[in-house]
C-alpha cells in the first residue's frame, strides 16, 4: 500500500480506539508509519482523514445490510424484505459496535469537528440511497428523487433509533420482527375504514399472501 491507504487504515485503527475527539495527528502518523505532511498531500486535513476513514468503516458495515446472495430473498417492497433487512442491520450493533459508538460520538460532538461534518453530512444522501434500493430491491441508479427524500429520510430514522437503543440496552432494544409488526399495524389502521381497524389488523401489502408495498 502506498502513503494515501496507509493513512486511511491508521485512521481507522486510531478512531475504533481513540474516537474522533481524542485522535490527533500524531497518533495517525504513528499508526500508519508515515509522516505529518502525508496527510495533507493526500486529504489536505486530519479533519478530511478522519471522516474518509469513518465512512469507510461505514460502508463495510452497509455491505452487510442486503439479504446475502442465493438465500431466496423476500421480494423488494415487501414486510418480508422489510423485516430482513433490519435483522441484518441489527446483527451488525453487536458486531461492530465500536463503528456505531463512533456514529453516536460524531452525533454528541460534532459541533467540535467541523471539518469532519461537512463531509459526513454529504455522505448522508449515498446512506439514505443505499438503504432504499435494498428495501426495494433495485439498483441505487433507479431510485427516483422522492423515494429518495421520503422512503430514504424513513429509513435512516429508523436505523437512527435502533441504534441508540441497541447501545443503550441491549435486552430492551426494538428487533427486526418487533418493527416490522408495528408497520404492519400502521399500515393496517390508516387502510381501514375510518383509520381504525374494527377487529384485529386486516391483511396489508406485504404481509404473506398480499401484493408488495411497492405494487
Given at each position: 500500500?502506498?502513503?494515501?491507504?496507509?493513512?486511511?487504515?491508521?485512521?481507522?485503527?486510531?478512531?475504533?480506539?481513540?474516537?474522533?475527539?481524542?485522535?490527533?495527528?500524531?497518533?495517525?502518523?504513528?499508526?500508519?508509519?508515515?509522516?505529518?505532511?502525508?496527510?495533507?498531500?493526500?486529504?489536505?486535513?486530519?479533519?478530511?482523514?478522519?471522516?474518509?476513514?469513518?465512512?469507510?468503516l461505514i460502508e463495510s458495515i452497509g455491505d452487510a445490510f442486503g439479504p446475502a446472495a442465493g438465500a431466496g430473498e423476500a421480494p423488494g417492497g415487501s414486510l418480508e424484505r422489510f423485516q430482513e433487512v433490519w435483522g441484518n442491520v441489527i446483527r451488525t450493533f453487536p458486531e461492530a459496535r465500536g463503528?456505531?459508538?463512533l456514529t453516536m460520538e460524531f452525533i454528541t460532538h460534532?459541533?467540535?469537528?467541523?471539518?469532519v461534518r461537512e463531509l459526513v453530512v454529504k455522505a448522508q444522501g449515498e446512506g439514505r440511497a443505499g438503504l432504499a434500493a435494498m428495501m426495494l430491491g433495485i439498483d441505487e441508479d433507479r431510485l427516483s428523487d422522492d423515494v429518495l427524500d421520503a422512503e430514504g429520510r424513513l429509513y435512516t430514522?429508523?436505523?437512527?433509533?435502533?441504534?441508540?437503543?441497541?447501545?443503550?440496552?441491549?435486552?430492551?432494544a426494538t428487533d427486526a420482527a418487533q418493527l416490522t409488526e408495528g408497520l404492519r399495524r400502521v399500515?393496517?389502521?390508516?387502510?381501514?375504514?375510518?383509520?381504525?381497524?374494527?377487529?384485529?389488523?386486516?391483511?396489508?401489502?406485504?404481509?404473506?399472501?398480499?401484493?408488495?408495498?411497492?405494487?
Open positions: 500500500m502506498g502513503h494515501r491507504e496507509d493513512l486511511l487504515e491508521g485512521a481507522k485503527r486510531c478512531l475504533l480506539e481513540k474516537g474522533f475527539v481524542r485522535t490527533t495527528a500524531r497518533d495517525i502518523v504513528k499508526e500508519s508509519g508515515t509522516n505529518l505532511a502525508s496527510i495533507g498531500y493526500h486529504y489536505g486535513s486530519k479533519d478530511a482523514l478522519l471522516a474518509q476513514a469513518y465512512i469507510a463503528v456505531w459508538v460534532g459541533d467540535r469537528l467541523p471539518g430514522t429508523l436505523l437512527n433509533g435502533l441504534m441508540v437503543q441497541w447501545l443503550f440496552d441491549p435486552d430492551s399500515l393496517g389502521r390508516a387502510g381501514a375504514p375510518g383509520g381504525t381497524a374494527v377487529s384485529g389488523v386486516p391483511e396489508v401489502p406485504g404481509a404473506p399472501g398480499a401484493p408488495g408495498l411497492d405494487s
